[in-house]
């Protein structure tokens, strides 16, 4: 763990009920009381939206974003959302645009780019999906895209 700290637009979503918990909103609602114990403070979280799947899943997604913060390095964070992903259910096996129970993608975070072979912020396809813009637009709508120089209201309006 380094000793600075990162900010982090983390997107949420869920398509499916979690024993215990319930359907995908109270998955992201408990998600995101769950960052906490991750060492990943939570500044500002959105509205839980309503979206259509993307890919052959019939069942519609509970969506938000969360503006974080954390000493973890991208390669950490990813890790660690990997792990809250793995509590919830989530296994990263089988085809790729299947139900899931809980889905979290680094968007951008405070250091602009970066680039591993696991892990590329900004997320390469968030330009182009409403779902995570309009949460994101909501929470942050003045941060810009490094690649594009566009606010994320900006690109929001413009996916919709």
């Known amino acids: 763990m380094t000793g600075a700290r990162h900010r982090y637009l983390i997107a949420?979503?869920?398509?499916?009920?979690?024993?215990?918990?319930?359907g995908p909103r109270a998955v992201l609602s408990r998600t995101i009381d769950a960052f906490a114990e991750a060492d990943i403070g939570v500044?500002?979280?959105?509205?839980?939206?309503s979206s259509a799947p993307?890919?052959?899943?019939?069942?519609?997604?509970?969506?938000?974003?969360?503006?974080?913060?954390?000493?973890?390095?991208?390669?950490?964070?990813?890790?660690s959302l990997q792990e809250l992903e793995h509590r919830f259910g989530r296994r990263?096996?089988?085809?790729?645009?299947?139900?899931?129970?809980?889905?979290?993608?680094?968007?951008?975070?405070?250091?602009g780019y970066f680039a591993s072979p696991e892990l590329l912020i900004p997320h390469p396809l968030f330009r182009a999906r409403s779902f995570v813009l309009k949460p994101a637009a909501e929470i942050a709508p003045h941060w810009r895209d490094?690649?594009?120089?566009f606010t994320?209201?900006?690109l929001a309006a413009r996916a919709a």
């Open 12 to 22: 949420l979503g869920s398509n499916m009920r979690v024993a215990g918990i319930g």
């Open 43 to 49: 500044q500002q979280a959105s509205r839980i939206m």
């Open 54 to 79: 993307v890919g052959p899943s019939l069942r519609r997604y509970a969506n938000a974003a969360v503006l974080a913060e954390s000493a973890l390095a991208p390669d950490e964070m990813l890790a």
């Open 92 to 111: 990263r096996k089988g085809a790729p645009w299947r139900a899931r129970p809980l889905d979290l993608d680094i968007v951008l975070w405070s250091g």
């Open 146 to 149: 490094p690649v594009t120089g």
């Open 152 to 154: 994320l209201r900006q």
